[in-house]
């Protein structure tokens, strides 16, 4: 079945770069996510990549596929307080494009 | 361009009572699909709806159902409230354009508190 493994918690002080890491279980995914949640708030989407990319760059925000060990990671450079948040992985599959699996999320502290 | 609204943001009922979310998506979206928060289960899809139909269902009891109008605006409605019930409802839309790209985006959420 489909399942999306993260850590639970990363702590990073203020202009270091942020690596979350990501599993994933299902081998026909199409389009992996990242999202961003702040307290009381909904999902912000970040970026996302489609299985056929290995890499995708968005200003401060790098994403790195890894099909073959089914391993996404987020790295977010010069981290700032305002990062801290909760990072959401999810993926979908080419039998529901639209229905989102997603990670447990990983909390993000930045601290000054 | 407006993002995707939910409404209301806030509600509180009574166990057995029923709730009705709405869920305007943005404009040009036809797929709406709609997800459950809670700190136990974490993110979970409830259904997804497409031009009216819905095209993919979670693992949650009947008592859970929506629906889509033709303007591609979508309601969630749960009926028999329990406690359990009780979690941040959010809604997400997007084009459904399939392989030639995917971007979902949410909504703020509804909060729903039953007691």
């Known amino acids: 079945g489909e399942d999306v493994e993260q850590s639970l918690f990363l702590s990073v002080r203020e202009g270091d770069s942020s690596v979350i890491n990501c599993t994933y279980t299902?081998?026909?995914?199409?389009?992996l996510y990242w999202y961003k949640q702040e307290p009381g708030a909904g999902l912000q989407l970040l970026t996302y990549?489609?299985?056929?990319?290995d890499m995708k760059q968005d200003q401060r925000l790098t994403v790195l596929l890894n099909k073959k060990d089914k391993h996404l990671s987020l790295r977010i450079a010069d981290t700032q307080t305002g990062d801290s948040a909760i990072y959401f992985c999810a993926e979908s599959s080419n039998t529901g494009f639209q229905k989102l699996v997603f990670g447990t999320g990983t909390r993000l502290l930045v601290s000054p | 361009k407006a993002g995707v609204t939910q409404t209301p943001r806030y509600l509180i009922k009574t166990r057995g009572q029923q709730v009705t979310l709405s869920c305007s998506p943005i404009s040009g979206h036809r797929s709406v699909s709609w997800y459950q928060q809670t700190p136990g289960q974490g993110l979970q899809f409830l259904f997804e709806?497409?031009?009216?139909?819905?095209?993919n269902k979670g693992n949650f009891p009947g008592r859970f159902s929506g629906r889509q109008f033709s303007n591609s605006r979508s309601e969630m409605n749960v009926s028999t409230l329990e406690l359990g019930d009780s979690a941040l409802y959010l809604c997400?839309?997007?084009?459904?354009?399939?392989?030639?790209?995917?971007?979902?985006?949410f909504g703020e959420g509804s909060w729903l508190t039953v007691v």
């Open positions: 990549i489609f299985s056929n990319m």
């Open positions: 997400a839309s997007s084009l459904a354009a399939g392989m030639s790209g995917n971007t979902i985006y």
């Open positions: 709806y497409f031009s009216e139909t819905q095209r």
């Open positions: 299902d081998s026909s995914s199409t389009y």
